[in-house]
């Protein structure tokens, strides 16, 4: 019998990993505001992993949105993406488990960057000065901003109900909605607000 080869996006796997390590890390040191300031190993590994993989995801996205872009930083990839997307720096993404609601990219809205890209950066290059940097809240932030990028770069994925298995922690808020049909595989369909859906 033979083996049947499908799609694989394997950035969305990579993040998924990312859920699930905030997941295992979740029993030892709860997700919650109290312990934002909490730092270790481990939550540096996962700031620069969900960060690097920004890097990415982002570059991608600059070419999805513009095939000839130069874009190779974050500084050029906000002045990319923000034009033709001013969703982002609004998007929301919930932890319901824990009560968190955070918005990784709205720094963008003020022609800034993100707080939890300058951490990582000087957690990656400046590791001595700044460990205190590689915090719960930078790296929660970190792959909430992958997520969304995800699910901007996935879009028509998205729609169709393409984008699985579910994050176990991560929930999209405005300006995605998140649908299970009645009908066939029970996946998400990720649309915009408002967004009228057609079978599938």
Sequence with gaps: MGIQVGPVRHHWNYFLALDDDI?????????TTANFPAFSLELARILITAASEVDVVAKLFC????????????NGYRKTIVPACDKLPRAIVTLPKFGLTLTPWEQWESDKNPFWWKAYNDVKHHRGEHFASANL?????????????????????????AL????????????F???????GKQVALYFFEGEQLGPP
Aim: glycine share 6%; net charge negative.
């Design 23 to 31: 997941v295992r890390m979740s029993r030892f040191l709860e997700p």
């Design 177 to 183: 909605e998140v649908d299970y049909p009645a009908y």
């Design 63 to 74: 070419k999805k949105i513009d095939l000839e872009s130069k874009a190779r930083d974050i």
């Design 164 to 175: 699985y298995p579910d994050p176990v922690l991560f929930h999209p808020g405005p300006p």
């Design 137 to 161: 809240h930078h790296a929660l932030n970190a792959v909430a901003g992958l997520y969304l990028l995800l699910l901007f770069l996935y879009r028509e994925d998205g729609v169709k109900g």
